[in-house]
Every structure is written in structure tokens, then in C-alpha cells.
């Protein structure tokens, strides 16, 4: 899990206009402003110096502090360097600061910042604990179960609590959470895809193409989700050798459906006509007339014709548009 924060920033420290009269809470304050820049400039050590100074006294901001004083260290340590015991302190510090920000940071704070945060302090608590790092399972996964109690609805904490579980070999608690997340959201795609990407890697093939037909329900319009339909019973025919000539017929027929289906959605779909030949030379190969194999090998090379056409032509066109567009900028500056 990547920890350096990205998706928000506090506030502009410099506006901070706070009565602070004690004179440990103003030198605080400016800690923090010190340690806000370094953390921005990537400067990790300066930033925990300061951000440790700042979290010596009960400020407005000390609870944010904690955070960003433990993403430092997180950001700090330095996989590279692991056993080296000025390296290692890194993450049993982040995982102490972690711990005090979530504890710390009221939700409603900030006008509602504070829940980002709360929720952010568990997440990086969670790669912290990752083989890379701390290397602490059991503990993910308690704080994967407390990201979930925290919000419920949020689907992404399923898919990241089932990813510790699939990790850790267990497979049947990876598929309870991701069943969990489908029924907090039946409607939504990216729950389809996560099924259908985790049966995949077990090798379940139906579970697979059950999820991919189902993301067809939720998006009918989608030319894409036919294609991509299309694409496994094609790579399934053409790498599983113990498929019986049935299925191999059914899995071709079921895929030129898909692929029929996306071109007609989008009729420049140029991945799904070279899907499509690539589905008819499958056809070709379990077809036993040599002529029916004939008119389905013109067929496909017909299509990958049409196909390298289409994209010759889409191209062409991008590069127009580019091209005016640039020159048009250019007039615009003269």
C-alpha cells in the first residue's frame, strides 16, 4: 500500500488564525507549519523533527499531527535497509503515531476532514503491518475488520479485508467478504469485478464468467464488458487442453455472441473484431468440413482487415484533431 497521502491536504497553515496564547502551543503551531512543508517536499526526516515537537503539546491540530508524524516515519523506513535498527524504529514509531491519530481525530473535525483521516490512519496501519514491513497478519486483519465497522457501506474495505484473507490462503474468508460487499452494493460493477477476479485466480472459471455475465446486467450499454466476455472463453479455449470438443464449441459460440454483441454497441471496436478473429480461428481449428474451415478463416482474416482499417483510420483522425487543435493554439498566442 503506498503511504505517502495524496487525496487531501489539511489546511493552509499559514491562515491559521487560532488564538494560541500559551507559548508552547505557538511554538506547536509553527512546528507544524514547518513540518507540513517538509512533509510536502518529501523531506521526511525534517518533517518527523518538527511534527515531534509539535505532538509535545495539546493543540488544535495534534491530532493531525499524529498523523502526518506517523506517515513520515512510514515513509521514512527503508525496505532496503530492513534490520537495521535506526531504519527499523520507523514502523514501530508510524505504528504508535497511527494508533494515537485514529484514537485522536474527531470525525466531524474539519468539516468532516477528520473522517478522511480517521479512516487513513487505519488503512496505513494496515500496509504497515504488511509482509514488507511489520509483518503482522493477525493484526491486519483486526484493523481490516475495524475499517469495515467504520464504514460499513464502503465496499473498497471488503475488497481490501478480503485481499489479507486471500493473501493468507484463506480463501473461503476472502469470498465471504467479497459476498459481503455485493450485498451492501448488488448494483455496483467494481463488486462484480472483484468476484470475477478472485475466482479467476482460484481457477473457478464458471464463479468467473457467473460475475463478468452479471457486470453485463448492471451495464448492458457497455460495449466493453461483452468484449472482455469474449476475451476469457477465447483464452480459456485456447490454453485449457481438457476441455471436451462440446465445450469448446460452447465456450466459442458463447464468445462470438459477446463479441457480435460489443461491435454492435460500438461498430469501431477494433479489440472486439480482432476478438472476434481470433474466436473464428478457434472455430476453424474443432470445425472437421474443410470448407466450413475455409469460410471461417476469410472470415476472420476478413476482420483483421476491417480491424488494422479501423485503427489505421481512428488514428488518422486523433492525429488530425491534434494537429488542429495545435495549430489553432498557435494562432491563438500570435
Known amino acids: 500500500?503506498?503511504?505517502?497521502?495524496?487525496?487531501?491536504?489539511?489546511?493552509?497553515?499559514?491562515?491559521?488564525?487560532?488564538?494560541?496564547?500559551?507559548?508552547?502551543?505557538?511554538?506547536?503551531?509553527?512546528?507544524?507549519k514547518d513540518?507540513?512543508?517538509?512533509?510536502?517536499?518529501?523531506?521526511?526526516?525534517?518533517?518527523?523533527?518538527?511534527?515531534?515537537?509539535?505532538?509535545?503539546?495539546d493543540f488544535e491540530y495534534r491530532p493531525y499531527a499524529y498523523f502526518y508524524l506517523a506517515n513520515a516515519h512510514d515513509n521514512a523506513y527503508k525496505f532496503s535497509r530492513k534490520g537495521q535498527p535506526e531504519n527499523d524504529a520507523h514502523l514501530t514509531e508510524a505504528e504508535k503515531y497511527y494508533k494515537q491519530a485514529f484514537e485522536a481525530i474527531d470525525?466531524?473535525?474539519?468539516?468532516?476532514?477528520?473522517?478522511?483521516?480517521?479512516?487513513?490512519?487505519?488503512?496505513?496501519?494496515?500496509?504497515?503491518?504488511?509482509?514488507?514491513?511489520?509483518?503482522?497478519?493477525?493484526?491486519?486483519?483486526?484493523?481490516?475488520?475495524?475499517?469495515?465497522?467504520?464504514?460499513?457501506?464502503?465496499?473498497?474495505?471488503?475488497?481490501?479485508?478480503?485481499?489479507?484473507?486471500?493473501?493468507?490462503?484463506?480463501?473461503?474468508?476472502?469470498?465471504?467478504?467479497l459476498t459481503r460487499a455485493k450485498?451492501?452494493?448488488?448494483?455496483?460493477?467494481?463488486?462484480?469485478?472483484?468476484?470475477?477476479?478472485?475466482?479467476?485466480?482460484?481457477?473457478?472459471?464458471?464463479?468467473?464468467?457467473?460475475?463478468?455475465?452479471?457486470?453485463?446486467q448492471l451495464e448492458p450499454n457497455n460495449p466493453e464488458a461483452y468484449h472482455t466476455v469474449a476475451g476469457y472463453f477465447e483464452e480459456k479455449v485456447r490454453k485449457d487442453y481438457t476441455l471436451s470438443p462440446a465445450t469448446k464449441a460452447d465456450y466459442i459460440k458463447r464468445g462470438l455472441e459477446a463479441s457480435n454483441k460489443s461491435i454492435e454497441i460500438k461498430d469501431d471496436y477494433v479489440d472486439a473484431m480482432v476478438m472476434k478473429n481470433l474466436l473464428l480461428r478457434q472455430q476453424a481449428l474443432i470445425e472437421k468440413a474443410p470448407a466450413r474451415q475455409q469460410e471461417l478463416l476469410k472470415e476472420a482474416n476478413a476482420l483483421r482487415d476491417k480491424a488494422i482499417a479501423t485503427r489505421n483510420r481512428l488514428q488518422g483522425e486523433a492525429d488530425a484533431a491534434e494537429a488542429a487543435a495545435k495549430a489553432k493554439a498557435a494562432k491563438k498566442s500570435e
Open 1 to 32: 500500500m503506498s503511504t505517502r497521502l495524496t487525496i487531501v491536504r489539511l489546511v493552509a497553515i499559514a491562515g491559521l488564525s487560532v488564538s494560541l496564547t500559551a507559548c508552547g502551543k505557538v511554538a506547536a503551531q509553527m512546528s507544524f
Open 35 to 57: 513540518g507540513i512543508n517538509a512533509y510536502q517536499q518529501q523531506n521526511y526526516r525534517e518533517a518527523i523533527a518538527e511534527f515531534s515537537q509539535a505532538v509535545e503539546y
Open 107 to 177: 470525525p466531524s473535525s474539519r468539516e468532516g476532514q477528520g473522517a478522511i483521516f480517521k479512516k487513513r490512519a487505519l488503512e496505513y496501519l494496515v500496509g504497515l503491518y504488511g509482509p514488507e514491513k511489520l509483518n503482522k497478519p493477525d493484526q491486519a486483519e483486526e484493523v481490516g475488520k475495524q475499517i469495515v465497522a467504520l464504514d460499513p457501506k464502503d465496499v473498497n474495505n471488503y475488497f481490501g479485508l478480503a485481499k489479507l484473507y486471500e493473501d493468507a490462503g484463506r480463501t473461503e474468508e476472502a469470498e465471504q467478504m
Open 183 to 216: 450485498e451492501v452494493a448488488p448494483q455496483n460493477v467494481d463488486v462484480q469485478l472483484q468476484l470475477a477476479g478472485f475466482y479467476n485466480r482460484q481457477g473457478n472459471f464458471d464463479k468467473t464468467m457467473e460475475a463478468f455475465q452479471t457486470r453485463i
